[in-house]
């Protein structure tokens, strides 16, 4: 069975631009989690979606966004980036939502914002 | 609120010692869930282990163990014969059952060398 899968792998955006990363979950899986690392604050939680609908929410700015397709393929988006979002940005997938549910993490996208 | 400390942020080894890698964890809910996660140099994090509150068994995996005691709040990983392979950054991550959806809390992680 594949595994997550991100695109683009690296990315290079200047100030003030927008970008758009993508994730294709684990087959089967339904509930997909972004997650930001960087450096200075570690992995942080972004946000998640289950079955087109995001359920949980971490504390980012609005410029944050993301979507989930019907076939459970997800994409978040960074408006108006900063030299701060600079990041790996993870993406983890997972069959539901809950307790004993173990997530699944994709390589990631480089994102560096000049 | 959710916590977790990786107290160790860098551990240097030779192969085939020992090494343990420590986690403390601080929730307020009785039902949450405890993982181990690796990342090698390419990004990805790399599921290790999973356990459950209410499961206080240690459990072995071949070369990897890992020790949970909820009266020190405590989720220890050992790696006993350590190889170069195993050179990575090192993950414990908590999820709380209630409210908390899927979302991890991971500590700031510990970056294991293992050298020849």
């Known amino acids: 069975k594949a595994g997550v899968t991100q695109t683009p792998r690296y990315l290079i955006k200047t100030r003030g631009q927008q970008v758009t990363l993508s994730c294709s979950p684990i087959s089967g899986h339904r509930s997909v989690s972004w997650y930001q690392q960087t450096p200075g604050q570690g992995l942080q939680f972004l946000f998640e979606y289950f079955s087109e609908t995001q359920r949980n929410k971490g504390n980012f700015p609005g410029r944050f966004s993301g979507r989930q397709f019907s076939n459970s393929r997800s994409e978040m988006n960074v408006s108006t980036l900063e030299l701060g979002d600079s990041a790996l940005y993870l993406c983890a997938s997972s069959l539901a939502v809950g307790g004993q549910e173990t997530q699944y993490f994709g390589p990631g996208t480089r994102l560096l914002v000049l | 609120a959710q916590k977790v400390t990786q107290a160790q942020t860098e551990i240097s080894v030779v192969e085939k010692e020992d090494v343990t890698l420590d986690c403390v964890y601080e929730?307020?809910?009785?039902?949450?869930?405890l993982f181990w996660y690796k990342q090698p140099p390419s990004g990805e994090l790399v599921f290790l282990i999973r356990r459950n509150s209410f499961d206080e068994q240690n459990e072995i995996s071949g070369r990897y163990s890992w020790n949970f005691q909820k009266s020190t709040s405590s989720f220890n990983f050992t790696i006993t014969a350590s190889q170069v392979v195993d050179s990575a950054v090192y993950f414990c991550?908590?999820?709380?059952?209630?409210?908390?959806?899927?979302?991890?809390?991971f500590g700031t992680g510990t970056q294991l060398k293992v050298e020849l």
């Open positions: 991550a908590l999820k709380i059952l209630t409210g908390g959806g899927n979302k991890l809390t």
């Open positions: 929730t307020r809910d009785t039902t949450y869930y």
